[in-house]
């Protein structure tokens, strides 16, 4: 069952096998791509003895230098383009490498896309190459896509499409190149110009020091064109974000825009988020500036209830910082019982559930379904409302030993996060939010 989604499934037959599968199991997991494994321990197995010891992590140097003539081939096709585009995987966030994908965005003028599914945040998004995370489906990537001549992917799979359209991800004619730490990735969805095997940061760092060297004055004043020209259309963005956010700021139930601008005022800037609001997930991307990896953490896959027993993992690995998890209200359902994990550990996570009572992305996909596949019916959404009777989600916390609060006005919601945060404990805010209009 575990085999189709890791990377090595395995289940150990006798006591000895225990350590050395253990061993092998760690180095799998930690090759690019990394990815996670699975041993099985059975119950008869766990009871003998054995005189076979564990043995430490291995101490290994995986980093590989990417092949000089590949990046010079990367290079000279970037040289040519007149409108590149990037789109960053999560292993560009991992490998620390923001600042040198900055540069060579910058360098080359080129816009900077997310895949839509995604763990981490590669690249700065308050910075004006940034533009946002693709849609679902090929015929809306290529309309993403619509004014590149090229297109650089950057440390992922590419892509994780939740509808079928027909087609490829790229308009005929454009360039697409890959950059990948495995030959795994390289080439295996889609067919390439150029690709090359490197580590991330030192294959982007090196082909922004290559396109500097050879860039002409002309190739400098177009990318500066471009870049003014990104920075441009992303002032014009955040105005009509202002726009529709005044428009929603007095609604009650409050909107999503104005619920997460509350967020984003009531939280410190070193706040990590952990994200499942799925369908408040646009505006709460407009309403944090996300600078790197550690700022955001989210899910790949498509499934949900991963975001609050996320959290529980988060603040391990991070002790140090405020962690707020934001959920929508559904999604919760499927792992509330990480309140008590955090309550029994005496995590200071902060648990934001979006309530609105019902599950807004489902009723999203049905009105997606019929739009793409003509399926001419209007019945009502079925089973899709958390009504009759509604959850009480700061009953259901206090009965498993979190404190929490449901804030009915947006004017509430700065001053009670910042509480929140500043308690230094479990706590849940539930927060009531419009429906779907």
Known sequence: MAAPVTKWSVQAERADEIAPILRRAFKVATDAPKGPVFVSLPIDVMEQ??????????????????????LEEVASLLLKSARPAIVAGDDVAR?????????????????????????HAPFPTSHPNYRQSLPSDAAQVRKAFQNADLIVLLGGPFFEDIWYAAGSH?????????????????????????????????????????????QTPDFKVAAQRRNQALADLSAREKEAHRARL?????????SMARVTAELRRGLPDNTVIVDESITASLDLARSFDYRGFGDYFGGRGGGIGQGFAGAIGVKIAMPDCPVVAVSGDGSAMYSIQALWTAAHHKLAIVFVILSNR???????????????????????????????????FVNLAAGMGVEGTRVERADDIASVLANAVAGNRPYLVEIALEGKR
Not at 97 to 110: D, K, Q, R
Not at 246 to 254: C, F, I, M, T, V
Not at 375 to 383: E, F, L, M, N, R
């Open 246 to 254: 005044e428009k929603g700021w007095n609604r009650e139930p409050s």
């Open 358 to 392: 019902e599950y807004r992305i489902l009723k999203h996909n049905v009105d997606v379904w019929r739009q793409n596949f003509e399926a001419g019916t209007q019945h009502p959404y079925q089973q899709m409302d958390l009504t009759g009777p509604d959850l009480d």
């Open 170 to 214: 790229f308009l005929e004619g454009a360039v697409v190149i890959q950059i990948e730490e495995s030959p795994e990735r390289l080439a295996f969805n889609h067919h390439l110009d150029a690709g090359t095997v490197g580590d991330i940061a030192t294959s982007i760092a090196s082909l922004a020091d290559t396109v500097r060297s050879r």
């Open 49 to 70: 003895e054995t005189s076979v010891e564990p043995v430490g992590p291995d101490k290994l140097w995986r980093s590989t230098h990417p092949d000089p003539r590949g």
């Open 95 to 119: 490998s620390g490498t923001n600042e040198a994908l900055v540069a060579l965005a910058e360098t080359i003028g080129a816009s900077v896309w997310f895949e839509g599914l995604r763990a």
